[in-house]
T-cell receptor, first 110, second 115 residues
Framework: GQNIDQPTEMTATEGAIVQINCTYQ??????LFWYQQHAGEAPTFLSY????GLEEKGRFSSFLSRSKGYSYLLLKELQMKDSASYLC???????????FGDGTTLTVKP | EAQVTQNPRYLITVTGKKLTVTCSQN?????MSWYRQDPGLGLRQIYY???????DKGDVPEGYKVSRKEKRNFPLILESPSPNQTSLYFC??????????????FGPGTRLTVT
């Protein structure tokens, strides 16, 4: 199985940058995903990393270090609508099974 | 419009009364999965299916059944619901049960209350 850790809550100011960390322990690894989930809604895909390094996608970037079992999601130029829960998820080697972290609730303040 | 649909969206039922939550996708995806989400917790995988007639247990399969007779449908069955199955349920699908950036598309969720 997997163990995924991420902070429970974070607060940041509109216009600022915030980094949400995720650490994982796994016997197999087939990619790491970040999803955004607004309260009461379904998760939506943000980013994917399978190789070490940084993937940039507009205001969102995600970094992966497989040797350290570590990823982060970087959100730039924060907007009020970025207030949401951010879920880190690891796809296990058999490609069918996915494990999610408990999510980080981000609150963006004016 | 490409989407994953779930029905019902809200359900209140009593302990022991069998129920089925339907899930359907129109994207011809091979892979489908069911998750439950409880307050303060992330998504926990119940069952997943990598193709028709192929299903496997996730992390929390106890008390649930699934079937995959058609590619587009993946119903979740609770034979004898109990209060600890009160939760928010999400169905998801993606293309290709293999490597690659194949993100999951989630349905809108089904909020189930078992009294």
């Amino acid at each position: 199985g997997q163990n995924i850790d991420q902070p429970t809550e974070m607060t940041a100011t509109e216009g600022a940058i915030v980094q949400i960390n995720c650490t994982y322990q796994t016997s197999g690894f087939n990619g790491l995903f970040w999803y955004q989930q607004h309260a009461g809604e379904a998760p939506t895909f943000l980013s994917y990393n399978v190789l070490d390094g940084l993937e940039e996608k507009g205001r969102f970037s995600s970094f992966l270090s497989r040797s350290k079992g570590y990823s982060y999601l970087l959100l730039k130029e924060l907007q009020m609508k970025d207030s949401a829960s951010y879920l880190c998820a690891v796809r296990e080697t058999n490609a069918g099974k996915s494990t999610f972290g408990d999510g980080t609730t981000l609150t963006v303040k004016p | 419009e490409a989407q994953v649909t779930q029905n019902p969206r809200y359900l209140i039922t009593v302990t022991g009364k069998k129920l089925t939550v339907t899930c359907s996708q129109n994207m011809n995806h091979e892979y489908m999965s069911w998750y439950r989400q409880d307050p303060g917790l992330g998504l926990r995988q119940i069952y997943y299916s990598m193709n028709v007639e192929v299903t496997d247990k996730g992390d929390v399969p106890e008390g649930y059944k699934v079937s995959r007779k058609e590619k587009r449908n993946f119903p979740l069955i609770l034979e004898s619901p109990s209060p600890n199955q009160t939760s928010l349920y999400f169905c998801a699908s993606r293309t290709r049960a293999g490597q690659g950036m194949y993100e999951q598309y989630f349905g809108p969720g089904t909020r189930l209350t078992v009294t």
